[in-house]
Nanobody, 120 residues
Framework: VQLQASGGGSVQAGGSLRLSCAAS????????MAWYRQPPGNQRELVAT???????NYADFLEGRFTISRDDARNVGFLQMNSLKPEDTGVYYC???????????????WGKGTQVTVSS
């Protein structure tokens, strides 16, 4: 299983970006999907999660600016980021619990990060 994150880039404060996370390989079902980020010099932190049923949770520091979503038909997850701030700068990683077989365990899968840089 591979997760490929894309959509990062450089924007000015107040701008928007939409990150995508495409899963490929032997996939029966993707359960929980999540986005994490790692600001420069800091530890990785949870940004948002979404269950297969569509329930979402967000980090308090987002203040409603980001939206996580998913397209299970295409095994793709998204993170819409609006009203970006310089403190949103960091490497963003996608994470998913992937089941490869009906009765198999879920694999905790990570993609390589995509850089987001927000300038003031």
């Amino acid at each position: 299983v591979q997760l490929q994150a894309s959509g990062g880039g450089s924007v000015q404060a107040g701008g928007s970006l939409r990150l995508s996370c495409a899963a490929s390989g032997s996939i029966f079902r993707i359960d929980r999907m999540a986005w994490y980020r790692q600001p420069p010099g800091n530890q990785r932190e949870l940004v948002a999660t979404i269950t297969r049923g569509g329930s979402t949770n967000y980090a308090d520091f987002l203040e409603g600016r980001f939206t996580i979503s998913r397209d299970d038909a295409r095994n793709v997850g998204f993170l819409q980021m609006n009203s970006l701030k310089p403190e949103d700068t960091g490497v963003y990683y996608c994470n998913a619990d992937v089941k490869q077989r009906v009765y198999g365990p879920s694999l905790d899968s990570w993609g390589k990060g995509t850089q987001v840089t927000v300038s003031s």
